[in-house]
């Protein structure tokens, strides 16, 4: 038996965010169940995921379920000591731990005022003083970890770790509100929103089509502020590929890209594809492949 995971709507989700960012963002396979959020499918989580009452939840392969998403880091980081889910030295990871545990209990003011919504950007939120005092404490925090510990890449720890699955929905909020922060939070955020994981999240909550009228807010509105996905839309087959690159099943729903037509073997797997084409490493193999034919 395998992990199982209870996630929530993508696009709203902040800790389902988190929980499955701890095992797409350190390879480690797990199987999904979507429960929708604020609807009668949260009784079905219950009686599923019993004891959990929150998202995320999970089944461990021997059948226990564990929740909040700290537990659930701790855990995998104890079972997967090779996939680098904390840092390696010591000190580095103490200053984690503390970093994911203040995030995991912490910024009350700036969640509550902005929410997590990856299928909007609003250009002014209007942030109170409370909001303001906890973006500079995170700034503080952040700048802190990548002086001391981030010389090896654009994380915290320089290497991804459990501390950065834990701000990636802060990364999206400060993106999604258009938040003041000086330029290396704002480098921070950029690499956050470019990060192959966090774009298959976001592309997949745009293929869920859900949307919750609770995170709706009056505020302008602006273009999404990560990298703008290559141009795709719905088409009729044929396509040239017979299989999907998902799946390996037959092909029943297409896409135009390129002014090519590809196949996938369900409306969310072309959907999802469609949101950000470059975020699928099977499906790039597939045109890098017919590219290949065609030049050979
Ligand atoms: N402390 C929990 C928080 C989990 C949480 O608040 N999840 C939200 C979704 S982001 C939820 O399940 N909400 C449903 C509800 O409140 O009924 C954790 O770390 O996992």
């Known amino acids: 038996m395998a992990y199982e995971l209870a996630i929530g709507d993508r696009s709203y989700s902040s800790w389902s965010l988190r929980g499955w960012l701890l095992f797409d963002a350190f390879g480690l396979p797990v199987t999904l169940r979507r429960y929708r959020l604020y609807s009668p499918e949260m009784d079905d989580l219950h009686r599923d995921f019993a004891p959990a009452l929150l998202l995320p939840a999970l089944r461990l392969p021997e059948g226990i379920v564990t929740?909040?998403?700290?537990?659930?880091?701790?855990?995998?980081?104890?079972?997967?000591?090779?996939?680098?889910?904390?840092?390696?030295?010591?000190?580095?990871?103490?200053?984690?731990?503390?970093?994911?545990?203040?995030?995991?209990?912490?910024?009350?003011?700036?969640?509550?005022?902005?929410?997590?919504?990856?299928?909007?950007?609003?250009?002014?939120?209007?942030?109170?003083?409370?909001?303001?005092?906890?973006?500079?404490?995170?700034?503080?925090?952040?700048?802190?970890?990548?002086?001391?510990?981030?010389?090896?890449?654009?994380?915290?720890?320089?290497?991804?770790?459990?501390?950065?699955?834990?701000?990636a929905p802060v990364a999206a909020r400060i993106a999604g509100h258009n938040l003041p922060v000086g330029p290396d939070a704002t480098a921070y955020v950029a690499a956050h929103l470019a990060h192959p994981s966090f774009r298959r999240w976001r592309a997949m909550g745009w293929a869920e089509h859900v949307e919750q009228p609770f995170y709706r807010r009056p505020w302008p509105e602006r273009p999404w502020p990560g990298s703008v996905p290559r141009q795709a839309e719905p088409a009729e087959g044929p396509s040239l590929n017979v299989s999907c690159p998902c799946s390996g099943k037959p092909v029943t729903d297409f896409l135009r890209l390129d002014g090519r037509v590809w196949g996938f073997c369900n409306r969310f797997c072309r959907d999802k594809t469609m949101a950000d084409p470059d975020a699928w490493p099977a499906f790039l193999a597939m045109e890098a492949n017919l590219e290949a034919v065609n030049h050979s």
């Open 67 to 167: 929740g909040e998403t700290l537990a659930i880091a701790e855990t995998l980081a104890e079972r997967h000591p090779g996939a680098g889910l904390w840092p390696e030295q010591a000190e580095a990871r103490a200053a984690a731990r503390y970093l994911a545990a203040e995030m995991h209990s912490g910024f009350a003011a700036l969640r509550g005022h902005c929410a997590m919504n990856l299928l909007k950007s609003y250009s002014d939120c209007a942030p109170d003083a409370a909001v303001l005092a906890d973006l500079a404490r995170i700034e503080s925090r952040w700048s802190g970890a990548r002086a001391r510990y981030g010389a090896g890449g654009p994380w915290l720890f320089g290497r991804y770790s459990i501390a950065d699955a834990f701000f």
